[in-house]
């Protein structure tokens, strides 16, 4: 082989690797297409934060004296804990809808008899829902860490550190919880009944037996108590509701995105087209 024919052949080899898998490409442009999804979650997550922080600021100015600047810390906490749980609510949207979504339209079959591997199918909805949930949780999140950090006026201000472990922890919780709808939904091939249940455990449910003492170690297995582990310390007041070390919500976090994916994948493979 010539100089010229290695030159000549190396770009149109490199041209040939696409940016992104296909797969995962055409599940995001998917989501992206139900413009009720996205608008859902948009309102879910920024809308709510822009207008808390208007409001916020429009009390500061009307009255200094007696209400506080909109940002600092102290706004900033409450905002993250306001954020935490609209973003497992989006997250559940979303997760139910790539689950669920193809089966509903009637599009799963489709892809089937494509000869595509029904595996591959579905490991692609996971960084395709990822890349939306955290897409817009971001912006939300964006928004309040600037007008904490804006508006603090002579408020403490939440410091570089606190930000990114802030960060780092809203993109943990609101990813599992897709990662949960998914599993659930690809189950039981039913968006509706997945929202349902998903929101009752989530909101509901999975506070509630935090709080029972009678059940000991056993809540050591909840979600909620291995991501109460691991939120920041400065972020919100009060340790985590069921004591446990790092590498025990560690597990308890692998174990809950193994299994839901386990058996999505599973009754993807196995369904029925």
């Known amino acids: 082989m010539s100089t010229t024919t290695a030159t000549t052949d190396l770009p149109r080899r490199l041209a040939r690797v696409p940016r992104r898998p296909r797969l995962v490409g055409a599940e995001l442009l998917k989501l992206r297409k139900r413009r009720g999804l996205v608008l859902s979650t948009l309102a879910l997550t920024v809308v709510p934060m822009l207008i808390a922080y208007t409001v916020l600021l429009i009390l500061h100015a009307s009255n200094a004296a007696k209400h506080g600047p909109a940002g600092g810390l102290e706004n900033f906490s409450g905002s993250m804990d306001l954020l935490s749980q609209l973003g497992v609510v989006a997250a559940i949207l979303v997760g ?45 999140f964006a928004l309040t860490a600037t007008a904490s950090t804006v508006f603090a006026g002579s408020s403490d201000v939440p410091g570089t550190g606190l930000l990114v472990s802030s960060a780092a922890w809203l993109a943990l919780a609101t990813g599992l919880a897709l990662v949960l709808a998914l599993g659930v939904s690809s189950t039981l091939g039913s968006r509706g009944t997945t929202i349902g249940i998903l929101l009752g455990w989530q909101l509901i449910a999975m506070p509630l037996l935090l709080q029972l003492g009678a059940l000991g170690s056993l809540r050591v297995g909840l979600l909620e108590a291995a991501t109460e582990r691991l ?22 976090i692998a174990a809950w995105i193994v299994v839901p994916l386990a058996l999505g994948a599973w009754r993807t493979c196995t369904r029925d087209a």
Do not use: K, Q, W, Y
């Not at 079959?109 to 909805?125: C, D, I, N, P, Q």
């Not at 939120?231 to 308890?252: D, H, I, K």
């Open 96 to 140: 139910a809808t790539l689950g669920a979504g193809d089966l509903g339209s009637g599009v799963f079959r489709e892809l089937v008899v494509t000869g595509r591997s029904r595996l591959a199918l579905f490991a692609a909805r996971v960084p395709a829902g990822l890349a939306l949930v955290l897409m817009v949780v971001g912006a939300a």
């Open 231 to 252: 939120e920041p310390a400065r972020l919100f007041e009060g340790g985590a509701t069921v004591p446990m070390s790092l590498a025990a919500a560690l597990a308890v």
